[in-house]
């Protein structure tokens, strides 16, 4: 077999279009009569939030490739004309869906236990007494009327501003000639607003329905006889410049307050609205009809997010979960003297993330020690972290590198960044084109024997309490010297461009992590041809990259058993006879986020496990700062296959399948057809409820004992001479 054929558009999914289909499992949830009531209404909501960034970042993207006449070509075969005319099409029926979800299902479904969401119309004498008070109180004296015309121009929509056309005519004088009027409303206004009623119930009306009904009372003189919601998505990447007058704070904090204002990608409006309001929005926001859709409900379903804050019904929504305290030590010098003898690994959110902030938080009290240095990509504006950071700052040596670039959470790392440098903190953002993802705390202690040593804490997610309640990751403690030393050596390469040749026993993207990938990959491979035990479990949240997509299906033709948990995009196409047939991917999609990555590799019975922050994609391969390590400890090792891979992939409940399609479909339910759920598993494993063993793991092709595994020693990175033979040994 050819080379070249790996490049074969046919072996490709698109990577955009797999990210719809991600949205579409997380909407399955929504539709999934198996969850609590209102948390089908979050993961709607969730849908909803995910799609606007899809569409501000992947759509823009597209637009602007166009524009710029660009001639690549994706890796499955297309232009991006092509890319976006096929994923418009996808958006439009999954939006489709989402209403029909909304309407049909859940709507019926909230009204039968009493909880309704009405139009002005169906609201009862109380309820509409309370809105028109409301209305005349809160939201009118906010409200600015607009009527287009030569000396009104038609105003500024910000970005995913909530907006009510209108088409007038002047009750006197003018002619019949009808006018254009707009009203923006304030983001300070709840766009879902509980009402008390006569009978009693939850009831709620959305803010888009009362303004319409006593838009009247701004347009006096006017008559209006076409009214409808609209919202407009804009382009929201930044474009920063490098210029040697301003830092890159500057001028990050400046494209963020750009962002509202980027150009218009979208137009959502209420189905059934008037043809020349349509006309006329579509024309002033040079849109293509493609990026028009029009809803059968509110213009903005990310706001049930408030229906689920604000309904105080336990009984619809998941039973609370409490995660298992893990504490190292109940001082600093028994938290350091803990973390000498034995790596410590905690399992979030199933292990409560307080091991983490008590790290550093104990850390910035210790008089023994000496420095810290950490870095942080996203944080929640109240971190206990980025507190005990700047508390230490007059204690002794600190230093942040703060990604400013997050997307979306730009606005809360410059706010930190200022207090840090306020404070006295070394500020670092990093290195220039290059986001740094990696999540990495290092701390430097004196300690009581008189030695001076480095302690660290590695993880696979953010520094963020608050998500760490729901995503699933992973945090490493640990004092190993090799490892504290290259961790050492990458904040030197964040603060002072100054690289190592290796950073063993890391892998560090963009500098050696996708070769070292493929190497491992390979080295399957070459088990595999020569008849010696070869298996790979890998636990992502993408899988997008062509090299290594293409060692991938180098090492199944090789006989490589491999498993692929891919949360979210995966553009491999998996079972194909003859080139992929002993590849099976699965994605879960349940009540915590799939966010840990995990890289298993039996290396001919010598297995290795590797967490880190890199997905398999482009950008976190080539175009950021992250970091993966390896678990040297045999005990952590044998924990994350017997507690966590196994469990991943005896999944039956929330797991999908991907065929070689590219659609997903359930596993077939075991037990009685009740199926195995691994978040479940893991809950009750931290609850002490359950062993944590699930002993063996069936597939198509191969019997998984994880309890057989034993943990083999740590690959260090080939040099340039162990790549080339990689590069030479394809199938």
């Given at each position: 077999?050819?080379?070249s054929?790996?490049?074969?558009?046919?072996?490709y999914?698109?990577?955009?279009i797999?990210?719809?289909?991600?949205?579409?499992?997380?909407?399955?949830?929504a539709?999934?009569?198996?969850?609590?009531?209102l948390?089908?209404v979050?993961?709607l909501?969730i849908?909803?939030?995910?799609l606007?960034?899809?569409?501000?970042?992947?759509?823009?993207?597209?637009?602007?490739?166009?524009e710029?006449?660009?001639?690549?070509?994706?890796?499955?075969?297309?232009?991006?004309?092509q890319?976006?005319?096929?994923?418009s099409?996808?958006m439009?029926?999954?939006?489709?869906?989402?209403?029909?979800c909304?309407?049909?299902?859940?709507l019926?479904?909230?009204?039968?236990?009493?909880?309704?969401v009405?139009?002005t119309?169906?609201l009862?004498?109380k309820?509409?007494?309370?809105?028109?008070?409301?209305y005349?109180?809160r939201?009118?004296?906010?409200?600015?009327?607009v009527?287009?015309d030569?000396?009104?121009?038609?105003?500024?929509?910000?970005?995913?501003?909530?907006?009510?056309?209108?088409l007038?005519?002047?009750?006197?004088g003018?002619?019949?000639k009808?006018?254009?009027?707009?009203?923006?409303?304030?983001?300070?206004?709840?766009?879902?607003?509980?009402?008390?009623?006569?009978?009693?119930?939850?009831?709620y009306a959305?803010?888009?329905?009362?303004v319409?009904?006593?838009a009247s009372?701004?347009?006096r003189?006017?008559?209006i006889?076409?009214?409808?919601?609209?919202?407009?998505?804009?382009?929201?990447n930044?474009?920063l410049?490098q210029?040697?007058?301003?830092?890159?704070?500057?001028?990050?904090d400046s494209?963020?307050a750009q962002?509202?204002?980027?150009?218009?990608?979208?137009?959502?409006?209420?189905?059934?609205?008037?043809?020349?309001?349509?006309?006329r929005?579509?024309?002033?926001?040079?849109?293509?009809?493609?990026?028009v859709f029009?809803?059968?409900?509110?213009?903005?379903?990310?706001?049930?997010?408030h229906?689920?804050?604000?309904?105080?019904?336990?009984?619809?929504?998941?039973?609370?979960?409490?995660?298992?305290?893990?504490?190292?030590?109940?001082d600093?010098?028994?938290?350091?003297?803990?973390?000498?003898?034995?790596?410590?690994?905690?399992?979030?959110?199933?292990e409560?993330?307080d091991?983490?902030?008590?790290?550093?938080?104990?850390?910035?009290?210790?008089?023994?020690?000496?420095?810290?240095?950490?870095?942080l990509?996203?944080?929640?504006?109240?971190?206990?972290?980025?507190?005990?950071?700047?508390?230490?700052?007059g204690?002794?040596?600190?230093?942040v590198?703060?990604?400013?670039?997050?997307s979306?959470?730009?606005?809360t790392?410059?706010?930190?960044?200022?207090?840090f440098e306020?404070?006295?903190?070394?500020?670092f953002?990093?290195?220039?084109?290059?986001?740094?993802?990696?999540?990495?705390?290092l701390?430097?202690?004196?300690?009581?024997?008189g030695?001076?040593?480095?302690?660290?804490h590695?993880?696979?997610?953010?520094?963020?309490?608050?998500?760490?309640?729901?995503?699933s990751?992973?945090?490493?403690?640990?004092?190993?010297?090799?490892?504290?030393?290259a961790?050492?050596?990458?904040?030197?390469?964040l603060?002072?461009?100054?690289?190592?040749?290796?950073?063993?026993?890391?892998?560090?993207?963009?500098?050696?992590?996708?070769?070292?990938?493929?190497?491992?990959i390979?080295?399957?491979a070459?088990?595999?041809?020569?008849?010696?035990?070869a298996?790979?479990i890998?636990?992502?949240?993408?899988v997008?990259?062509?090299?290594?997509?293409?060692a991938?299906?180098?090492?199944?033709?090789?006989?490589?058993?491999?498993?692929?948990?891919?949360r979210?995009?995966c553009?491999?196409?998996?079972?194909?006879r003859g080139?992929?047939?002993?590849i099976?991917?699965?994605?879960?999609?349940?009540?915590?986020?799939?966010?840990?990555?995990i890289?298993?590799?039996?290396?001919?019975?010598?297995?290795?496990?590797?967490l880190?922050?890199?997905?398999?994609?482009?950008?976190?391969?080539?175009?950021?700062?992250?970091v993966?390590?390896?678990?040297?400890?045999?005990?952590?090792?044998?924990?994350?296959?017997t507690?966590v891979?196994?469990?991943?992939?005896?999944?039956?409940?929330?797991?999908?399948?991907?065929?070689p399609?590219?659609t997903y479909?359930?596993?077939?339910?075991?037990?009685?057809?009740?199926?195995?759920?691994?978040?479940?598993?893991?809950?009750?494993?931290?609850?002490?409820?359950?062993?944590?063993r699930?002993?063996?793991?069936r597939?198509?092709?191969v019997?998984?004992?994880?309890?057989?595994?034993?943990p083999?020693?740590?690959?260090?990175?080939?040099?340039?001479?162990?790549?080339?033979?990689?590069a030479?040994?394809?199938?």
């Amino acid at each position: 077999m050819k080379r070249s054929t790996l490049d074969d558009p046919r072996h490709y999914l698109n990577r955009h279009i797999q990210w719809l289909e991600f949205n579409r499992r997380v909407l399955e949830e929504a539709r999934d009569i198996g969850n609590p009531l209102l948390e089908r209404v979050k993961f709607l909501a969730i849908t909803a939030n995910n799609l606007d960034e899809f569409v501000e970042i992947r759509v823009s993207s597209f637009l602007q490739r166009i524009e710029h006449g660009s001639r690549e070509i994706s890796p499955d075969g297309l232009t991006a004309e092509q890319e976006l005319e096929k994923v418009s099409a996808a958006m439009h029926v999954f939006v489709r869906d989402q209403y029909k979800c909304w309407n049909d299902e859940l709507l019926p479904a909230l009204a039968k236990q009493s909880i309704r969401v009405s139009s002005t119309g169906e609201l009862d004498a109380k309820a509409a007494k309370f809105t028109k008070t409301f209305y005349e109180r809160r939201v009118n004296p906010m409200l600015t009327p607009v009527t287009v015309d030569p000396s009104h121009p038609f105003p500024h929509v910000l970005n995913k501003a909530l907006c009510i056309a209108l088409l007038l005519r002047r009750r006197r004088g003018g002619n019949g000639k009808p006018y254009f009027g707009v009203l923006t409303v304030p983001r300070a206004l709840p766009r879902l607003l509980r009402v008390p009623t006569e009978n009693g119930g939850v009831h709620y009306a959305f803010l888009q329905d009362i303004v319409s009904t006593y838009a009247s009372k701004l347009y006096r003189g006017y008559e209006i006889f076409a009214s409808t919601a609209f919202r407009i998505t804009r382009n929201s990447n930044l474009y920063l410049e490098q210029e040697e007058s301003r830092s890159l704070l500057e001028n990050v904090d400046s494209q963020v307050a750009q962002r509202r204002k980027g150009d218009a990608v979208r137009l959502e409006i209420e189905e059934g609205a008037h043809p020349d309001i349509v006309e006329r929005l579509v024309s002033t926001f040079e849109l293509d009809d493609s990026l028009v859709f029009r809803v059968r409900g509110p213009v903005n379903l990310q706001r049930l997010f408030h229906l689920y804050d604000e309904t105080k019904r336990p009984d619809l929504k998941y039973p609370p979960f409490v995660p298992r305290q893990i504490r190292v030590g109940h001082d600093a010098d028994s938290m350091f003297h803990v973390l000498r003898r034995q790596d410590v690994l905690v399992h979030h959110p199933y292990e409560s993330y307080d091991a983490v902030v008590n790290f550093i938080r104990t850390a910035s009290h210790d008089p023994r020690v000496l420095s810290m240095k950490q870095t942080l990509y996203r944080t929640n504006s109240d971190s206990p972290i980025a507190e005990a950071l700047l508390e230490a700052a007059g204690k002794k040596e600190v230093t942040v590198v703060v990604e400013l670039k997050a997307s979306f959470d730009e606005a809360t790392n410059i706010r930190w960044a200022r207090s840090f440098e306020d404070a006295g903190v070394q500020v670092f953002h990093g290195l220039a084109g290059l986001k740094t993802h990696a999540k990495l705390a290092l701390l430097v202690r004196n300690d009581p024997d008189g030695k001076i040593r480095r302690y660290a804490h590695l993880g696979t997610g953010n520094y963020n309490p608050s998500t760490a309640r729901y995503y699933s990751d992973f945090s490493l403690l640990t004092s190993d010297e090799a490892i504290t030393t290259a961790v050492h050596n990458v904040f030197n390469y964040l603060t002072a461009y100054a690289e190592q040749p290796n950073y063993q026993p890391l892998m560090v993207a963009p500098r050696d992590m996708a070769k070292t990938f493929i190497f491992l990959i390979d080295r399957e491979a070459r088990h595999a041809r020569r008849g010696r035990p070869a298996r790979m479990i890998v636990k992502v949240n993408a899988v997008v990259d062509p090299p290594v997509i293409q060692a991938l299906y180098r090492a199944s033709q090789a006989g490589v058993e491999i498993d692929l948990i891919v949360r979210g995009q995966c553009a491999l196409v998996p079972g194909v006879r003859g080139w992929s047939s002993r590849i099976r991917v699965r994605s879960i999609v349940g009540r915590f986020l799939e966010h840990s990555r995990i890289f298993y590799f039996e290396n001919g019975g010598k297995p290795e496990v590797y967490l880190g922050s890199a997905d398999w994609m482009q950008r976190n391969l080539y175009e950021r700062i992250e970091v993966v390590f390896p678990l040297k400890d045999p005990q952590l090792c044998e924990r994350i296959c017997t507690e966590v891979l196994s469990s991943y992939l005896a999944d039956t409940r929330k797991a999908r399948i991907l065929g070689p399609d590219g659609t997903y479909a359930r596993p077939r339910s075991v037990r009685n057809g009740h199926g195995f759920s691994v978040q479940e598993h893991l809950m009750r494993v931290a609850a002490g409820n359950t062993d944590s063993r699930v002993l063996a793991v069936r597939t198509p092709q191969v019997v998984y004992t994880a309890a057989d595994v034993k943990p083999g020693p740590v690959v260090h990175p080939p040099d340039e001479s162990d790549a080339q033979d990689t590069a030479n040994a394809g199938v």
